[in-house]
């Protein structure tokens, strides 16, 4: 029974995994983490980082099947999607210093 019980749960996180690598190319998963993040900085700017951090992972949940929300936890689906918004987050944050010192440079040099 335990063997039975490890190959279905195996056989439905491929599945969910699977499913997520196609919404990721359909629907570009990317964008909707970027999406989430944006519109909780923008609308709960005052609030700490970790409350900005939830409000974009219940953004992006909520756009899960409910099908795939009964099969798996919130805690499994968490794990994965808190990976992939630190992740965007972090590309964007890099992006946005990249561009502020660039912008600083031209200014600089502006002035001369």
Do not use: C, H
């Not at 995994?17 to 570009?28: E, S, V």
């Not at 005052?46 to 929300?69: C, H, M, Q």
């Not at 600083?104 to 040099?109: C, F, H, R």
């Amino acid at each position: 029974m335990t063997w039975l019980y490890i190959t279905i749960l195996a056989l439905v996180v491929i599945a969910f995994a699977i499913y997520i690598f196609y919404q990721a190319k359909k629907n570009g998963l990317r964008e909707t983490a970027l999406a989430a993040i944006l519109k909780a900085e923008e609308q709960y700017y005052s609030t700490t980082g970790k409350e900005r951090f939830e409000i974009a992972f219940n953004y992006v949940y909520d756009l899960i099947p409910t099908t795939w929300k009964v099969i798996l936890s919130k805690e499994l689906l968490k794990k994965f999607l808190d990976n992939l918004i630190q992740s965007t987050f972090d590309e964007v944050k890099e992006l946005l210093n990249f561009e502020k010192t660039s912008l600083k440079a031209n200014l600089k040099g502006g002035k001369k």
